[in-house]
């Protein structure tokens, strides 16, 4: 168990919806990270959040948003859903970024949501 | 640029024999290099991770990583396959610029036969 927690762990919705991801960190890591994985692309990163701000972006779209509430859980929002939108969604915390000096870059995973869309 | 090549998409052994996936970096900086493992429908798992200690690095359930760095390579072995090892691997290169940027390689699908 990575500590790290994803809801839900399945979702299925039809094109042109909208849905909501979650993800709660381990305890004391600020770092949040979104990941999509696919047949097609593999693992890619989407966004990186910490401490509530917004640290990078990678390969978001438009249609998908992120952020990073006060108590650390993070929330994807993925909208005008398309076909090719179905994926494991992957959330992943780290101790942190900038200062904290034990932090070697390891990421902790959650299982991922998978998303279904029909 | 930072880039990390797994040079095999796909690796099948024998249980029993020994394991080889291969990963090589590239990197401007001084990384950190790990090896995550992904079973079916799970979330991916820490087996190993190199920071600048001893080059030759062990994990979880048997396996080893040796960071060559003239080689610019970081290629994790197992002695002797298990059927469970079956599973996705990724080599990722992290360093430290202002904030830690990760770098996933494509991964390589071990394949275990009985």
């Known amino acids: 168990d990575s500590g790290v927690t994803q809801t839900p762990k399945h979702l299925i919705t039809a094109t042109g919806q909208r849905v909501t991801l979650r993800c709660s960190p381990r305890?004391?890591?600020?770092?949040v990270y979104w990941y999509q994985q696919s047949l097609d692309q593999g693992l890619q990163f989407l966004i990186h959040?910490?401490?509530?701000?917004?640290?990078a972006k990678g390969n978001i779209l438009e249609r998908f948003s992120a952020q990073q509430f006060p108590d650390l859980h993070s929330e994807l929002n993925l909208s005008s859903l398309e076909l090719g939108d179905s994926a494991l969604y992957f959330c992943a915390s780290s101790r942190g970024t900038g200062l904290i000096i034990m932090n070697t870059g390891e990421l902790f995973f959650g299982e991922g949501s998978r998303l279904t869309v029909l | 640029a930072q880039s990390v090549t797994q040079l095999d998409s796909h690796v099948s052994v024998s249980e029993g024999t020994p394991v080889l996936l291969r990963c090589n970096y590239s990197s401007s900086y001084s990384p950190s290099l790990f090896w995550y493992v992904q079973h079916p429908n799970k979330g991916l798992q820490l087996l190993l991770k190199y920071t600048s200690a001893a080059t030759l690095v062990k994990g979880i359930n048997g396996f080893e990583a040796e960071f060559k760095k003239s080689e610019t390579s970081f290629h994790l072995t197992k002695p002797s396959a298990h059927m469970s090892d079956a599973a996705e691997y990724f080599c990722?290169?992290?360093?430290?610029?202002?904030?830690?940027?990760?770098?996933f390689g494509a991964g390589t699908r071990l394949f275990v036969k009985a």
């Open positions: 305890s004391g890591d600020l770092s």
């Open positions: 990722v290169v992290s360093h430290f610029t202002g904030g830690f940027k990760t770098i």
């Open positions: 959040y910490y401490n509530g701000e917004e640290r």
